[in-house]
């Protein structure tokens, strides 16, 4: 089935139609939630500028399926008729089977369902999702049908084969699904029923004398009083407490007695559903018209979400949206927090070798297991991103190399190389908050890798000055291969690595 026809989700992996399940629909729940998706995509060869469509509808009638081209269109708009319509038709960029004369119109890229689009929206805020750093993840990942692996099976809806994690080794989709039906699976994550209902139950009719009444009776001060919160205002002793997470307001509450003091106001109770709180997956209430929102009983709220979460009580859609929420949105935002932090690419790009062919001559080779030919590259047709950085002739200070963690896993993302005398030279995507320091104290003669199926995990020196043992940058692992490369004289004169969107992939020097 071509690309074009089916709707596979990248965060939920459900695709529709659910083919071969012999599923009796009379008995599944409204599943018209998964008809309606967008997409990150690209349109022509080049990969550089992504854009995020408007919200499509999948027909099954229809022999292709497309979105409308902005985000803020849906495929209903009344007056966008007729509406014109982006056709997806893969992950990768145009073949060579694509005619010329079609590439500059092929659209290409993933698609995601509207309702597990707005999990990502809700799980960013208050910044809003960046297209071009979502992108440069999504095509540094490995895809199959139509879906980014991202280590994890969807919850049991792809087949996964477990190679070897302790080799760096994920596992690789399989079958486009396993035939098991996760019940879950079929309910809208965004938009649960049962969850709406029962925070509708629980209004109050809040007034002024009724916020004011939450402030709390006035403390007895004793003027002897060294707790330093005893000066801020109790606007700005609630606003702390807004912010921190429940566990330090229980420690703070022990700690002071001005902050335990404080009675925690209906607004201290809705901060625990803000992005990054206790309740952040909980976030329905948050999304009511202003005047529900005020009139919602927030602290009983509250204790209902905790009594239910003791007592492992959730709704389908819920427990969707807990799935897709821990599994890939979670850690997705997070990575694209790191990458926002990072460095452009540091080194020169005008180099061109075909790292197939195990470097030239005077170029020695490290390179990752899958990272060159694997479907993440060739048979995906993606860039692969090279850069070059000489280095002075003059002894090495250290090295400091750079890290991304990224669903669990820590890659190497480039190197900063400190020379006595000040210099400094600097290749791949560089974040000096993640650095960690390798001491060297001699010329930089060669380097020692571990390195994993996606990417180098953990690097060595060998420097002109002896050691007895390795000192490891990184995860190293034992059981990751090791390679190891050495100069045929001398110091390290360049070094050239290639990167997908953030991880080191391979790395040559000479
Ligand atoms: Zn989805």
Not at 415 to 442: D, P, V
Request: glycine share 8%; charged share 25%.
């Amino acid at each position: 089935m071509a690309e074009e026809h089916k709707v596979a989700c990248g965060f939920c992996g459900f695709v529709t139609p659910r083919s071969g399940l012999g599923l009796d629909i009379s008995s599944s729940p409204d599943i018209s939630w998964t008809h309606h998706y967008r997409a990150v995509y690209c349109t022509g060869p080049n990969d550089s500028e992504p854009r995020l469509s408007g919200v499509g509808c999948y027909t099954s009638s229809s022999a292709q399926n497309g979105v409308p081209l902005k985000p803020h269109q849906r495929f209903d708009d009344v007056d966008l008729n007729p509406l014109p319509l982006v056709v997806i038709r893969d992950v990768s960029p145009p073949g060579p089977e694509i005619p010329d004369t079609e590439k500059e119109t092929y659209s290409w890229g993933f698609k995601f369902h509207d309702a597990c689009w707005s999990l990502l929206v809700q799980a960013s805020a208050p910044r809003s999702v960046d297209i071009k750093l979502l992108w440069r993840i999504l095509l540094s990942v490995p895809c199959a049908y139509g879906v980014p692996n991202w280590g994890h099976t969807y919850g049991g809806l792809y087949y996964g084969t477990r190679k070897d994690p302790t080799r760096g080794e994920h596992f690789a989709l399989l079958g486009l699904n396993s035939h098991l039906i996760v019940p879950s699976t079929f309910s809208d994550p965004f938009k649960v029923p049962e969850l709406d209902a029962m925070i509708a139950k629980l209004r109050i009719d809040r007034d002024e004398s009724q916020d004011a009444d939450s402030r709390g009776i006035p403390l007895h001060r004793d003027s002897k009083s060294n707790d330093s919160f005893a000066i801020l205002p109790f606007e700005l002793k609630e606003m702390l407490l807004t912010y921190l997470n429940s566990e330090d307001v229980a420690h703070l509450r022990l700690a002071s007695r001005e902050m335990a003091a404080v009675s925690l106001s209906q607004h201290f109770f809705q901060s625990r559903f803000w992005p990054g709180q206790e309740f952040e997956v909980a976030f329905d209430g948050l999304h009511l018209t202003p005047s529900d929102k005020r009139k919602t009983d927030w602290k009983h709220l509250y204790h209902e979400m905790k009594k239910r979460r003791n007592g492992n009580m959730v709704f389908l859609g819920e427990r969707n949206r807990q799935r897709i929420w821990k599994q890939t949105i979670k850690p997705l935002v997070a990575a694209m927090d790191r990458l926002s932090e990072m460095s452009e690419l540091k080194g020169s790009s005008e180099w061109k070798l075909d790292l197939e062919l195990e470097g030239e001559a005077d170029w020695k080779l490290i390179k990752s297991q899958r990272s060159i030919n694997n479907e993440s590259s060739n048979e995906l047709r993606r860039r692969v991103l090279r850069a070059e950085v000489e280095l002075p002739p003059a002894i090495v200070e250290a090295v400091y190399i750079s890290f991304m963690s990224f669903f669990g896993t820590r890659h190497i993302t480039g190197l900063r190389i400190s020379f006595y005398g000040g210099e400094e030279a600097e290749i791949g995507y560089i974040s000096t908050r993640s650095e960690e320091k390798l001491r060297a104290g001699g010329f930089l003669e060669g380097l020692h890798a571990a390195v994993a199926e996606y990417g180098i995990r953990a690097f060595a020196l060998r420097t002109s000055q002896l050691s007895e043992f390795l000192e490891w940058a990184g995860d190293f692992d034992d059981a990751l291969p090791q390679m190891s490369v050495k100069t045929n004289k001398g110091p390290i004169r360049k070094i050239r690595a290639a990167f997908d969107g953030f991880r080191m992939q391979a790395l040559l020097i000479t």
